[in-house]
């Protein structure tokens, strides 16, 4: 039987998602929409993909892609351990995929790409761009005159 490719209601990327236990409530912290990094290539500690779905409704198997546009390749992969039963399509359901040391190597474009029993149902385009070491007054480290403590 063929099942229906489930609609994406939301897709986000955070720093991490907590769950409340007992009612299962979602809180995202630190949402995001780009990464600086000073060097490259460069490894992102910790975040978390939260995506929201509806019009779903038998066994799913879930997976998310990394996508370097750049170089149109698949740099990374999660998957959901487990089948997820979808009781209606009227109910939405909740994922979240929490990820370590996701690697970036260059500058650009990326994409997070959602899957259902193989079929992409989601995308979710983000900048990771080269970032300037900032000083305390704001400007860029390599502006700023030595501190030698002496006169003019």
Excluded: W
Excluded at 26 to 38: D, R
Excluded at 70 to 85: A, F, H, R
Excluded at 93 to 120: C, D, M, T
Aim: proline letters at 7%; a neutral charge; one cysteine or more.
């Amino acid at each position: 039987m063929l099942l229906p490719v489930p609609k994406t209601n939301a897709m986000l990327i955070c720093d991490y998602v907590i769950t409340e236990r007992g009612t299962n409530k979602k809180s995202l912290i630190g949402v995001f929409e780009n990464i600086g990094a000073t060097t490259f290539p460069c490894t992102h500690f910790a975040m978390s993909v939260y995506v929201k779905l509806t019009d779903a409704q038998g066994t799913y198997r879930f997976r998310l892609d990394l996508v370097d546009l750049k170089e149109d390749k698949t740099v990374g992969q999660s998957e959901i351990p487990n089948d997820v039963q979808v009781p209606s399509p009227l109910v939405a359901h909740e994922l979240v995929f929490n990820l370590r040391g996701v690697r970036f190597a260059h500058p650009g474009e990326y994409e997070f790409r959602i899957f259902a029993n193989g079929s992409i149902f989601g995308q979710k385009k983000f900048v990771v761009e080269r970032a300037v070491r900032k000083g305390p007054d704001g400007s860029p480290d390599f502006e700023r005159p030595p501190q030698d403590g002496g006169g003019v």
